[in-house]
């Protein structure tokens, strides 16, 4: 089973930018398609976005231009560049692997935007 840690959530104020990142297990991380997807409270977890092993991306349609997700297959990482922070944006975010359909998530990492 392949292991994901994700790190890089804290607090941010409105407007402002994080980078999260998931460190992944496993000799074939460049066959996996990486999500990351985010659970708020009171909420169902959604799809973040998605970077399949050829680079191609997909996002959630509201997040587009503000967020991107990209991958760095020597180092086993993937990444979230999220900017221009909402409130809105508060969650937990998780990494999620998946090859062959077999599918591993991360722990996740808790963003905060608040003022």
């Known amino acids: 089973q392949v292991q994901l840690g994700e790190s890089g959530g804290g607090l941010v104020q409105p407007g402002g930018s994080l980078t999260l990142s998931c460190a992944a297990s496993?000799?074939?991380?460049?066959?996996?398609?990486m999500r990351w997807y985010r659970q708020a409270p009171g909420n169902q977890r959604e799809l973040v976005a998605a970077?399949?092993?050829?680079?191609?991306?997909v996002y959630a349609d509201s997040l587009k231009g503000r967020f991107t997700i990209s991958r760095d297959n020597a180092n086993k990482t993937v990444y979230l560049q999220m900017n221009s922070l909402k409130p809105l944006d508060t969650a937990v975010y998780y990494c999620?692997?998946?090859?062959?359909?077999?599918?591993?998530w991360g722990q996740g990492t808790q963003v905060t935007v608040s003022s």
């Open positions: 999620h692997s998946e090859y062959r359909g077999f599918g591993s």
């Open positions: 970077i399949h092993s050829g680079g191609n991306t």
């Open positions: 496993g000799t074939i991380f460049r066959a996996y398609t």
